[in-house]
C-alpha cells in the first residue's frame, strides 16, 4: 500500500510540474491609469486563479522598437483580453481619447491567427458604436466591477482545467489589495503600472492562487 501511495505521489507530482510549464500566457490590453487600478488587480487574480500567466506591455523597458516588442508579447500569448472601457476623452489638455487598447486589439486579430482573444467593455451596446468593425463580437460587460471582470474571465476561460470559484478569486483579489502598498515599496515604484511592480503583483498572485484554488 506505501509503495501504491508513493507511486500516486510521484505521478501526481508529476502531472503537476506539467501543468506548470504548461501554464498559458495571456496578453492583457488594459487602461494604465489610477482609476483603472482595482480592475487592474481584478485581472491579475483572475488569471492567475485561472492557471493562466499575465503579460503585458508594462513588461517591456523604454526603449526603440516598443511596437516589435509588443508583437512579440502577443505573438508569445495562446489568448489575449483587451478592455475597451476607456473610449471617453480624458480631463487633460489636449483633450484625447484613448487609442492604444483598441490598436493593440488590431494588432492581435492580425498577428495572432488562430488565436482566441476577448474584449471586455464597461457600457453594454458601447462597441457596436466606438469599434463597430467587431460587430458580430459578444463583448464581456464589467460593469467596472470587480465581481463583473472576474465574472467575465470565467466565462471566457470555462475550458481551462483550474475553475476557481467567485468566492476564491475574491480573496485573492483582496489579498493583493491588501498588499499593495508593500509591494509598492518593495518594487521602489509608485504605480502599479511599472515593469518591477507588474512583475511582483504576478508573483504574489500566483503563490496566493497555489493556495488558495484547488
Known amino acids: 500500500m506505501a509503495r501504491n501511495g508513493c507511486s500516486w505521489w510521484k505521478e501526481r507530482s508529476e502531472r503537476v510540474?506539467?501543468?506548470k510549464r504548461r501554464r498559458a500566457e495571456v496578453f492583457l490590453n488594459i487602461p494604465y491609469d489610477k482609476k483603472f487600478e482595482r480592475l487592474f488587480i481584478a485581472y491579475v487574480?483572475?488569471?492567475t486563479a485561472l492557471g493562466l500567466v499575465p503579460r503585458a506591455t508594462l513588461e517591456i523597458p523604454d526603449s526603440s522598437r516598443r511596437l516589435d516588442k509588443i508583437l512579440g508579447i502577443i505573438r508569445r500569448c495562446?489568448?489575449?483580453?483587451?478592455?475597451?472601457s476607456r473610449v471617453e476623452l480624458d480631463r487633460h489638455?489636449?483633450?484625447?481619447?484613448?487609442f492604444n487598447m483598441p490598436?493593440?486589439?488590431?494588432l492581435t486579430v492580425a498577428a495572432a491567427a488562430r488565436k482566441s482573444w476577448y474584449v471586455f467593455e464597461a457600457v453594454d451596446h458601447r462597441l457596436e458604436k466606438s469599434l463597430n468593425d467587431l460587430n458580430g463580437t459578444d463583448p464581456k460587460i464589467h460593469s467596472g466591477t470587480v465581481e463583473g471582470v472576474l465574472s467575465g474571465l470565467c466565462d471566457s476561460f470555462v475550458r481551462e482545467v483550474r475553475r476557481p470559484t467567485m468566492s476564491q478569486m475574491m480573496k485573492i483579489y483582496r489579498s493583493l489589495r491588501r498588499q499593495q502598498v508593500e509591494i509598492l515599496k518593495q518594487a521602489g515604484a509608485n504605480s502599479l503600472y511599472r515593469p518591477r511592480a507588474f512583475r511582483d503583483i504576478c508573483v504574489a498572485a500566483s503563490a496566493l492562487a497555489s493556495k488558495i484554488v484547488i
Open 17 to 19: 510540474a506539467k501543468a
Open 45 to 47: 487574480a483572475g488569471l
Open 78 to 84: 495562446k489568448y489575449s483580453v483587451h478592455d475597451l
Open 93 to 98: 489638455k489636449p483633450r484625447t481619447p484613448r
Open 103 to 106: 490598436f493593440e486589439l488590431g
